[in-house]
């Protein structure tokens, strides 16, 4: 049974739809829940983590609906994206005070314990509101993870953190992956999901527009059409050359230079550079002009949700 | 009654509420009615008829309900503004235990501001620990435990809880109660006049409201309020991204 499963799961707000139609199931290890600002990513994990009913669709966690589901707090934990904790207590006591909540039979070793796996021991003692932004999302997460649940949801775990933070979290996150747990969490950010999880789930506008391996669907980001502006010393000469390339799908002059769209951004890359040398044009700037995360997210929904599974 | 969970809370709860500076307006108005009595006491030694006026209507209709207020709201509500709250909810605690503690928390610390401060004050206006000293102190404890169940509950139902719960405060209690009898039926104020009044009768109380009926009425809303307010925080929910 895998730990977390969504089947048609949607949530709206009056006429808004900010989860439409959303089947996943993830299990094991750490997957990624990637989209632009607004995609429906915290809706979604808030739906998950028995914070938000859906209005339609089967939501379950370790196959018990969250919803209305104290008890599913036994297999679940939660690092939720807003930084807000009992600030007044120091590390250790807020740690403490979430093993008591849960019951646990030796609070004291679980909290050591949390404690230690996030690394905040030497700074256990200190109240939490002398933490560093990094330091605060540490001890939130062991906080979170103090009764060793099989599922940890986080989201946008890396907002606010320096690089260096970010490195000792994604390492935190890929050992408890590894130990068999189930991670789940949010990025807008590509590179962070890339660096940390070989799974990922991509939404779009409350919809998923891809699901699994994260190298396949890194290649249907790089294979997209993309849209580069040049400029060379003979735009007019260049775009005759290059209207003549499968890899390119248009050509505009414009008083700005050349706009070409390519079908392939691997293609028209490797080609650009030796197309120019062979006729003598000089190339003097090659920019692309659709770069921004959302045109990549754009291109998957567009196509209708390529499953890289 | 509370196990090792609500004992946690409790402690919480308890650290949240007297960290913060609001704390301090918690002292603000049982000082004010302690200050009165001692001036009133001092000028007039030998008058007893503000007795009723200043102990049962001002400390029973605005340094009561406010006090209460500001604890009552302050408790769960600040950590829900704050959205500390999660950390609480994303644990196998039942909700009730939650509002319990919580609502303890709320009812002792206002009972700490509210009732012994009356009794301190009625102890000065009557020279010793007198019958009406010690009514004044029963009803402003029954007080203190039913205004808080309100509170309590407004704070997990709305984010305006203050001002809905001064809205009842003023024009439900002191204006609509005073005008319209049967407004009194639905007063906790009332209520506490009715209990401190049955203890030891006093005229100057002005109490609407007969001690069994003000016991009976007090319990049914002090029940429905934390009721209400536990389904209430079983339904919590996270606000998603900006739609």
Excluded: C
């Amino acid at each position: 049974m895998s730990a977390v499963e969504l089947r048609n799961v949607s949530r709206w707000y009056g006429n808004v739809v900010a989860v439409n139609d959303i089947t996943m199931t993830i299990g094991p290890g750490v997957t990624g829940l990637l989209g632009p600002n607004g995609a429906g990513k915290s809706t979604l994990l808030h739906m998950i983590a028995g914070f938000l009913a859906p209005s339609r669709g089967e939501l379950t966690v370790a196959g018990a609906a969250s919803w209305h589901n104290p008890d599913i707090y036994r297999t679940l934990g939660l690092v939720p994206e807003r930084d807000s904790v009992y600030a007044f207590l120091t590390g250790a006591e807020f740690v403490l005070a979430s093993a008591r909540l849960h019951k646990l039979p030796d609070p004291g070793t679980a909290a050591r314990r949390a404690i230690e796996i996030v690394e905040m021991t030497g700074a256990q003692d200190r109240k939490i509101s002398t933490y560093s932004k990094g330091m605060r999302q540490r001890i939130r997460v062991a906080g979170a993870l103090v009764h060793d649940p099989e599922v940890l949801l986080l989201d946008e775990p890396f907002n606010g953190m320096d690089p260096r933070q970010r490195l000792h979290m994604m390492d935190l996150l890929h050992g408890l992956g590894e130990r068999g747990r189930t991670i789940l969490f949010s990025s807008h950010i590509l590179e962070e999901v890339e660096r940390l999880s070989g799974t990922i789930q991509v939404m779009v506008a409350g919809r998923l527009a891809a699901s699994g391996d994260f190298r396949a669907i890194r290649r249907l980001m790089t294979s997209r059409p993309h849209v580069f502006l040049v400029r060379t010393s003979d735009d007019r000469r260049l775009g005759v050359t290059l209207i003549g390339r499968p890899a390119v799908t248009g050509v505009e002059v414009t008083e700005h230079g050349l706009s070409v769209r390519a079908s392939d951004f691997g293609t028209f890359s490797r080609e650009i550079a030796a197309l120019t040398r062979d006729e003598g044009i000089r190339l003097r700037e090659l920019l692309p002009e659709d770069e921004s995360l959302e045109s990549v997210f754009s291109y998957l929904i567009e196509t209708d949700g390529p499953k890289a599974r | 009654m509370f196990g090792v969970q609500g004992r946690v809370i409790m402690w919480i709860t308890l650290r949240a509420t007297m960290g913060r500076k609001r704390a301090l307006l918690f002292a603000i108005t049982p000082l004010i009615l302690l200050l009165v009595t001692v001036a009133i006491k001092l000028a007039h030694p030998a008058h007893t008829a503000w007795r009723g006026h200043v102990l049962g209507i001002f400390g029973f209709t605005v340094v009561l309900p406010l006090t209460a207020l500001i604890i009552g709201t302050s408790v769960l509500g600040a950590e829900v503004d704050e959205g500390s709250i999660v950390h609480l909810l994303a644990t196998p605690v039942p909700r009730s235990v939650v509002i319990a503690s919580k609502y303890a928390v709320a009812a002792a610390l206002t009972a700490l501001f509210v009732a012994v401060p009356e009794l301190l004050a009625g102890v000065i206006a009557t020279g010793g620990l007198t019958k009406l000293a010690v009514a004044l102190f029963a009803g402003a404890l029954a007080g203190s435990v039913m205004y808080n169940a309100i509170f309590v509950m407004l704070s997990v139902v709305t984010t305006r809880a203050i001002a809905y719960g001064l809205a009842y405060v003023l024009v439900w209690e002191s204006l609509l109660a005073n005008f319209v009898s049967g407004a009194r039926l639905l007063s906790v104020g009332q209520y506490s006049l009715g209990v401190a009044n049955g203890i030891a009768h006093d005229a100057a109380l002005n109490a609407g409201l007969s001690l069994g009926t003000s016991a009976i009425m007090g319990a049914i809303v002090t029940a429905a309020g934390l009721i209400v307010a536990a389904r209430a925080l079983a339904s919590f929910s996270l606000k998603g991204d900006a739609v």
